[in-house]
């Protein structure tokens, strides 16, 4: 356990240093030759009409996975949005640093990698993991305070800025006001009509979930067609009561699968006391030395701990159909 504890404190600290090193040189690299090269290259694209430059765009190719972690990564924060390049590599460098460091101290390759490569994620399934936890409450409180928007909707004259910006100084829930207000910024810097159906698809993003995908599509039929949305809203809300009501129903239902998935906090650890008074202190030791037992070791923990964030996410109903 002594080694185990070394390695893990090991890949932290050299994980952190050369991140560091990466964010006050490698950074500044990226940004001053590969963004400027990319500002260059956007000023030029300006010269073009709106038009044009709307038209190129719809059939552009994006990368997927870039756009995921783009999204990821701008649902999760606060206020600074987090670069893509920085987060990969910080993945990398874990992943780099924690393999090495494995290889070198038990002299096994594939253990190193396979470690490696799991560790090299965390960042992608922590970020992953508080995603889905923001969307299990911004997906509640959107049902639960939905009438708010509506009633703004018919208070404001059918105007969805104002709509929208006095529901942010209403409801309660943190989360949703963070995604509210990113939305109304897009309202006053977009002019272009793709990056703002954008900016609605990330808010549709940060709350995955049916309701949600509806509402973004009035939004931007209201904003970019001037549409009246009233009675869409109002078929909107019917749905989301009946919902509600379901979900009443459902969380009863869970309650013996949320059990099991909290049951690795109280059965790992009789298990490694029970070993530990079986086999003895020399002998109990003496595993955490050998490859396959480490490995199965290791494995269980983090099957554990995906037990418990499981069954910690899916404790409250599920807010979509």
């Known amino acids: 356990m002594s080694i185990f504890l070394e390695l893990l404190f090991k890949s932290i600290g050299y994980s952190l240093i050369l991140y560091a090193l990466w964010l006050l040189a490698g950074s500044h690299f990226f940004e001053t030759y590969v963004k400027s090269g990319i500002r260059k290259y956007n000023s030029n694209k300006r010269i073009k009409r709106l038009r044009e430059l709307e038209k190129q765009e719809k059939n552009k190719k994006n990368n997927p996975l870039s756009d995921h972690l783009e999204n990821l990564l701008a649902s999760v924060s606060a206020t600074r949005q987090i670069s893509v390049s920085n987060f990969i590599m910080l993945s990398f460098i874990i992943f780099s640093v924690t393999s090495a460091l494995l290889i070198m101290a038990i002299h096994d390759v594939f253990f190193g990698v396979v470690i490696g490569v799991i560790t090299g994620m965390m960042p992608y399934l922590f970020a992953l993991y508080r995603l889905e936890s923001m969307r299990l409450k911004t997906s509640l409180a959107f049902l639960n305070e939905f009438h708010i928007i509506l009633q703004n909707y018919q208070s404001t004259n ?65 904003h970019l067609e001037n549409v009246d949305i009233g009675n869409s809203l109002l078929s909107l809300s019917e749905d989301i009561t009946n919902r509600k009501k379901d979900m009443e129903d459902e969380s009863t239902e869970k309650l013996q699968t949320v059990m099991l998935g909290f049951s690795p906090l109280f059965v790992l650890p009789l298990i490694v006391y029970f070993s530990y008074q079986l086999t003895g202190v020399i002998d109990f030791w003496y595993y955490f030395k050998q490859p396959l037992s480490l490995t199965m070791f290791v494995i269980s923990i983090i099957l554990s701990a995906g037990s418990v964030l499981l069954a910690f996410l899916i404790r409250k109903p599920k807010a979509d159909i």
């Open 158 to 222: 059918k105007n969805v800025y104002y709509t929208l910006l006095n529901t942010v100084q209403e409801i309660d829930d943190k989360y949703m006001k963070r995604q509210l207000r990113k939305l109304i910024s897009s309202f006053q810097k977009e002019r272009n009509d793709i990056n703002f159906k954008k900016n609605v698809h990330l808010f549709v993003f940060s709350i995955n979930s049916t309701f949600a995908k509806r509402f973004g599509n009035l939004l931007i039929k209201a």
